[in-house]
């Protein structure tokens, strides 16, 4: 993989972590109009959108609500959905949703699931056992395969039945459906359900590991034949320096995550754009083909800038 091939996106609204008010009404439609036709005019290949019930005492999105609002109004940006909290909703009727969005901008569509976790109150108030995720999820992942074909499924799980259920139109295209997670029954997940794999907080190093092991137990799943995607999301601050990078993404994580952004430091990317270009090519030579970028920086459309002015370094340097 090399760096024209990598497609780059950037995260939509990490406003909704900093702590300021959220904008609303006429002023959002207007913001996200603004900041999606400046991704367009950076070169930026898709917008990342987050998901979140209600994560650390409230903060939040729907991940499938928002792409619906983006691609109404923004015609050329694919969206990334990553992740989407599949093991928090019922498989049908996530595959519903996605067949609307899909219906709105055919081919455009990428979903990238999660068993969540970071807040364990968020799972369980959604009437989920925290311990039950994993099992939830791959039973779910086996619905949502099954059902976006169209045709009708008799299932009798754990966790979900159904009675010749069937979910209309089908997608001229296949929605691809990327796994994220960090440990290795996630990785095996990836292998027997996915289209690929989505890394975070995680070195170049074990980057490249985990792509050899979901490729691995794809072959072991008799699916050797799928074209796997693959990538990382990056939390990541620009500045003038490191100093200025780091004090502007730092108060933020450790408001959003609350823990010390010690423990985060060495898989957060800041500086210049140069300095993160340099920081993120390795995991393009490990076999990403996607970027998701959350950037902090002066601004939403200077955060915008740097990711792209990133993009361009790398791609000079190919």
Request: overall charge negative; aromatic content about 8%; hydrophobic content about 45%.
């Amino acid at each position: 993989m090399t760096a024209t091939e990598t497609r780059f996106g950037v995260n939509l609204m990490p406003n909704l972590w900093d702590g300021r008010p959220a904008t609303v009404g006429r002023a959002l439609l207007a913001r996200r109009k603004r900041l999606l036709d400046r991704m367009t005019e950076a070169g930026m290949d898709h917008v990342m959108i987050g998901d979140h019930i209600m994560f650390q005492g409230g903060l939040g999105n729907d991940g499938l609500t928002d792409a619906a609002s983006v691609v109404t109004a923004n015609d050329e940006l694919d969206v990334y959905l990553a992740v989407y909290l599949l093991v928090l909703r019922h498989p049908l009727l996530v595959v519903r949703q996605l067949l609307g969005v899909e219906q709105l901008a055919p081919g455009r569509l990428s979903l990238g699931v999660g068993i969540g976790g970071d807040d364990r109150r968020e799972v369980a108030a959604c009437g989920v056992d925290p311990k039950t995720r994993g099992r939830r999820m791959d039973e779910a992942l086996d619905l949502l395969r099954q059902l976006l074909t169209g045709k009708p499924v008799t299932h009798e799980g754990e966790f979900f039945a159904l009675d010749d259920a069937s979910v209309l139109p089908v997608p001229e295209q296949r929605i691809p459906v990327v796994v994220g997670g960090r440990s290795d029954a996630a990785l095996r997940r990836a292998g027997r359900f996915g289209d690929g794999w989505l890394g975070i907080w995680t070195s170049a190093r074990r980057c490249a590991e985990a792509i050899e092991a979901v490729v691995a137990h794809a072959q072991d799943a008799g699916r050797g034949d799928v074209d796997l995607r693959h990538g990382m999301t990056f939390w990541c601050g620009f500045g003038a320096d490191k100093a200025e990078a780091r004090g502007r993404v730092e108060p933020v994580m450790e408001g959003f995550y609350r823990v010390p952004f010690d423990d985060f430091e060495r898989y957060i990317p800041h500086g210049t754009p140069g300095e993160v270009a340099d920081y993120v090519a390795p995991y393009i030579d490990a076999g990403c083909s996607s970027l998701n970028f959350i950037p902090f920086a002066a601004g939403a459309e200077e955060g915008i800038d740097a990711v792209a002015e990133v993009r361009q370094i790398l791609d000079w340097s190919v």
